[in-house]
């Protein structure tokens, strides 16, 4: 699909989700549906939208938003070549963990919107996008390791918030980071 086509499906989906008042959360919080090149090769994709982002209706713009962004400038990459999303599209009240329901009632609009997207890549940031993907994996094995599913490659990596809190896991983020481009180009 021309970039023009995927952008006139995105924003229809958009308008569907902010319309869909079943879904949870709505009525509470800032839809926050996702930014960045529509025909981008790499799409990341953490778990909901925190504070700041439901304040700017742009997801990860917060502290870990920050790191995200020096993570994908560090191997020479541009925010605006990437797509950036989450699984829930609104904020859990005080930031809580998405809950299942949430997750199930969010699914069918971003499995549209990686449709649309078509990315090679997807990296999930934390367990919660992992987990979307690769229900039995555990973040703390399987963080850095490239799988295939449904066709596209999946590179999950510790969620920026907890890089940000554990410099063992700021370790580990870098490293995996180190490695997208080489994951990306299909080595
Ligand atoms: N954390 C997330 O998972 N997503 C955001 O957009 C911001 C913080």
Known sequence: MIPAGKRNELSKLEALMAEDSSLPLAGQANLVFGEGDVDAAVMFIGEAPGETEDRLRRPFVGRGGQLLDRMIGAIGWRRADVYITNIVKR?????????????????????????????????????????????????????????????????????????????????????????????????
């Not at 919660?128 to 066709?151: E, N, Q």
């Not at 590179?155 to 890089?163: D, I, K, L």
Request: positive net charge; aromatic residues 10%.
């Open 91 to 187: 904020r859990p009240p005080g930031n809580r963990d998405p809950l299942p329901e949430e997750i199930a009632a969010y699914r069918p609009y971003l499995a549209r919107q990686i449709d649309v997207i078509d990315p090679r890549v997807i990296v999930p940031l934390g367990r919660f996008a992992m987990c979307y993907f690769l229900p039995d994996a555990k973040i703390s094995r399987d963080h850095g390791r490239a799988w295939t599913v449904d066709g596209r490659v999946v590179y999950p990596v510790y969620h920026p918030a907890a890089a940000l809190r554990s410099p063992d896991m700021m370790r580990a983020f870098q490293e995996d980071f180190k490695k997208l481009p080489g994951v990306a180009a299909g080595n």
